[in-house]
DNA sequence: TCCAAAAATGTAGTGACTACAACAATGGAA
DNA sequence: TTCCATTGTTGTAGTCACTACATTTTTGGA
């Protein structure tokens, strides 16, 4: 699709928004920025802001997509494959994009500014239940018992809590490729026993 | 513990507001009634409720404990049990408990009310959170493994989300004694299978 | 009857967010 | 090039939840 030099502005004006918010957020934690500072910082009226960004929140998690992943996944998955395999390897693809080189530290940080946050924390929160009724979605497309298909987008949401909580827990900020190794073969082992108390389950 | 004539008004003055605005909630909805509309229907100053209250959705949520009831069921059940047993045992009676007579439309238009609030679904989701961080606390007490007593109290939370979204699609407003009976085995047929699937996934 | 603690109130302010009107940049048509 | 309609940006004014804090009222006890 051809943008327009004014399409192309515009993107051009929220991209920096969303930078210079990111960049605040990170530095300060996000209760302590406020959204007048944030204009203020990409120098552009506060109304501009809530143009382009329905609520604060929106200035943090401002990548699309990340919760779309295990729909889509299901989605593109050959019909006879077991959803609890195709939900297991997706995550376990996404969770080794954030342990790539140079990735673990700004993932980490990311997530410990929404630890600090509880408006970030509350977010985090509906985004997994957006996830949640996503997933069922995707799942109804191939198998007619609802109540079954809730549950594993339930349960899918569950394991993904768990184990970000455990891949905090057990990575350090920075470590040696050896140590980093250790630890993701950890973080893998913790992956392969939740998945698979999920797949005893639903057999 | 007695109580002087001073805390006892000063529970009465928080009693009459909590009243006040659950009717008014039920009445008009979360979101279109104001803090200071409350204080004036309950004639006292808008600081009295912040005084009582630390947040307007604590108006709502104001009974405390029924987001304590599964962690306080572990820790009486007897040792040897499975946690898994008495978390749907504890459940089930919960349910009963709702669906006893005369609860059953009183329970469904307070659920209704939160499903259409946002900022009263946002609160749900915060209470289901820190039940998880209870009843994983309470699993620590009696067995070492940390991981899986964290996953057994996700779990739950996503069991207990799964039912209620079915209790409220299952159970009709206002039912002949009949009807309720066989709605209710219905529901109590979901909780079974969904327990089901955490034991055999667990054991 | 008087005093000190505590509850209730009033005032002033912050910060996210909305409604709306005015303004400015832009793309296309005459 | 000029003009116009569209659209992105801005400024103003206001609402609402919530906080800080000083003041007043109530109350239990000496």
Do not use: C
């Not at 604060?56 to 006879?80: T, Y």
């Not at 080794?96 to 990735?103: E, N, Y």
């Amino acid at each position: 699709m051809e943008l327009g030099r004014r399409e192309r502005k515009k993107q051009q004006t929220r991209q920096a928004i969303s930078d210079v918010a990111t960049t605040l957020f990170l530095e300060r934690g996000f209760d302590a920025v406020t959204v007048a500072e944030v204009a203020r910082a990409a120098d552009v009226a506060v109304q501009t802001v809530f143009n382009h960004f329905p609520a604060k929140e929106d200035l943090f998690f401002d990548e699309p997509g990340w919760w779309a992943g295990p729909a889509r996944a299901i989605r593109e998955a050959p019909p006879p494959a077991d959803p609890v395999d195709v939900l297991e390897a997706q995550y376990l693809k996404e969770t080794r994009d954030r342990l790539a080189v140079g990735h673990l530290a700004t993932w980490k940080q990311f997530v410990r500014t929404i630890d600090d946050s509880p408006a970030l924390k509350a977010r985090r929160r509906l985004n997994a239940d957006q996830l949640e009724v996503t997933l069922t979605e995707a799942l109804d497309e191939r198998s007619p018992d609802h109540l079954r298909n809730r549950l594993i987008a339930a349960l899918y949401a569950a394991a993904q809590k768990v184990l970000e909580e455990r891949l905090m827990a057990v990575l350090p900020d920075e470590a040696s490729p050896a140590e980093l190794d250790e630890a993701q073969a950890r973080l893998e082992q913790a992956i392969a026993e939740v998945f698979a108390v999920l797949r005893r389950g639903l057999a």
